[in-house]
T-cell receptor, first 112, second 113 residues
């Protein structure tokens, strides 16, 4: 089955720690994205990548970092510099930047 | 003012009702319009994807885009309890803005049996 997987489903972190969220897709999509969703709000773009070894900041990139070493993988690191990291994080992919995006199941991060 | 406005609801309807969900926007450069369904604690699922103005139908779902009014709608016919979810509209300029999508805040729908 083709799709997008995110792990873990739930993640707990102590303040001051970095944490990395995994996103893998086997859809052969070139573009990948990371969004953050807070309760009662829409999705806000953190980072996106058009192709391997290339990525761009979205609207709320501060305190986050990404890498795109493989087409299938786009991990997101939430650093200790992110002031309010507790949120639902969603990864998405699309054939290219002009096509519709498909989402993974999400990772819920809670900072203790 | 947000670029995309969506009535948050909540919206509650009886089973079998016709549901109308709406979004307005301010950016006239938006060319692509999407509707996503999101169940609680799950990732959004793409329902409809349309380009420019017009209607698109898929089963019980119809998407309408009126670019002159900067208004889009999603209609659900014969609504079912399984349609209970949050519905997100999204829009993008396409390649002219690197394909970035702007999302509404979502409308929560409950369909009562």
């Amino acid at each position: 089955d083709g799709g997008i997987t995110q792990s873990p489903k739930y993640l707990f972190r102590k303040e001051g720690q970095n944490v990395t969220l995994s996103c893998e897709q086997n859809l052969n999509h070139d573009a990948m994205y990371w969004y953050r969703q807070d309760p009662g709000q829409g999705l806000r773009l953190i980072y996106y990548s058009q192709i391997v070894n290339d990525f761009q900041k979205g609207d709320i990139a501060e305190g986050y970092s990404v890498s795109r070493e493989k087409k299938e993988s786009f991990p997101l690191t939430v650093t200790s510099a992110q002031k309010n990291p507790t949120a639902f994080y969603l990864c998405a992919s699309s054939i290219d930047l002009s096509n519709e995006q498909f989402f993974g199941p999400g990772t819920r991060l809670t900072v203790l | 003012q947000k670029e995309v406005e969506q009535d948050p609801g909540p919206l509650s309807v009886p089973e079998g009702a016709i549901v109308s969900l709406n979004c307005t926007y301010s950016n006239s450069a938006f060319q692509y319009f999407m509707w996503y369904r999101q169940y609680s604690r799950k990732g959004p699922e793409l329902l409809m994807y349309t380009y420019s103005s017009g209607n698109k139908e898929d089963g019980r779902f119809t998407a309408q885009v009126d670019k002159s009014s900067k208004y889009i709608s999603l209609f659900i016919r014969d609504s079912q309890p399984s349609d209970s979810a949050t519905y997100l509209c999204a829009m993008s300029e396409g390649l002219t803005n690197a394909g970035k999508s702007t999302f509404g805040d979502g409308t929560t729908l409950t369909v009562k049996p």
